[in-house]
């Protein structure tokens, strides 16, 4: 298995600002993605983060509005760049260990 | 495209009913499906899962088995607690270990 955290938890940020969320797995994974989810509602793939290279952003996402890093094998960020509230949710990484998928506790996001 | 439906919530249990929550998936090939919690205030756990046809997957109390001739993977558990109140998702392998997911079906349990 692997045990996946996130900083921060939870954060509330003014509109027009950005911020960045970490995401650490405590072994090597070859897999790792990040969701959101928005309130009351199931979650949705943003990207696949890729080790070494640009992340593969799904239909509707963009690099500039979420660019995301991933400098190695266990480790991951997301940047929600220039906030509106309509970003507020909860953003989650997971990661692929073995044939399954685990999930951070994920960072709650308020935008005012 | 490839989707996963589950049943609308909420649903409420009193304390030791029998639960049931519909999932059926469309899917070209033959995916896994899993069955994922979120907790209040927390992030998503693996419940259970399945990866081929007519697998059972197991936890806790809960099962759930992969029906190819109907593409589902109902979630059943016996008797439900108080402590199984959370939102459950349904969810099918979406090709390069992607997850596909459904809407959430939201469960209380009341004592």
């Known amino acids: 298995s692997a045990v996946i955290s996130q900083k921060p938890s939870r954060d509330i940020c003014q509109r027009g600002t950005s911020l960045t969320i970490q995401c650490q797995v405590d072994?090597?994974?070859?897999?790792m993605f990040w969701y959101r989810q928005q309130p009351g509602q199931s979650l949705t793939l943003i990207a696949t983060a890729n080790q070494g290279s640009e992340a593969t952003y799904e239909s509707g996402f963009v690099i500039d509005k979420f660019p995301i890093s991933r400098p190695n094998l266990t480790f991951s960020t997301l940047t929600v760049s220039n906030m509106s509230p309509e970003d507020s949710s909860i953003y989650l990484c997971?990661?692929?260990?073995?044939?399954?998928?685990?999930f951070g506790p994920g960072t709650r996001l308020l935008v005012l | 495209g490839d989707s996963v439906t589950q049943m609308e919530g909420p649903v409420t249990l009193s304390e030791e009913a029998f639960l049931t929550i519909n999932c059926t998936y469309t899917a070209t090939g033959y995916p896994s499906l899993f069955w994922y919690v979120q907790y209040p205030g927390e992030g998503l756990q693996l419940l259970l899962k399945?990866?081929?046809?007519?697998d059972k997957g197991s936890n806790k109390g809960f099962e759930a088995t992969y029906r190819k001739e109907t593409t589902s993977f109902h979630l059943e558990k016996g008797s439900v607690q108080v402590s199984d109140s959370a939102v459950y998702f349904c969810a099918r392998s979406g090709g390069y270990n992607k997850l596909i997911f459904g809407a959430g079906t939201r469960l209380a349990v009341h004592p």
């Open positions: 072994s090597q994974v070859t897999m």
């Open positions: 997971s990661a692929v260990g073995g044939e399954t998928q685990y």
């Open positions: 399945a990866t081929k046809a007519d």
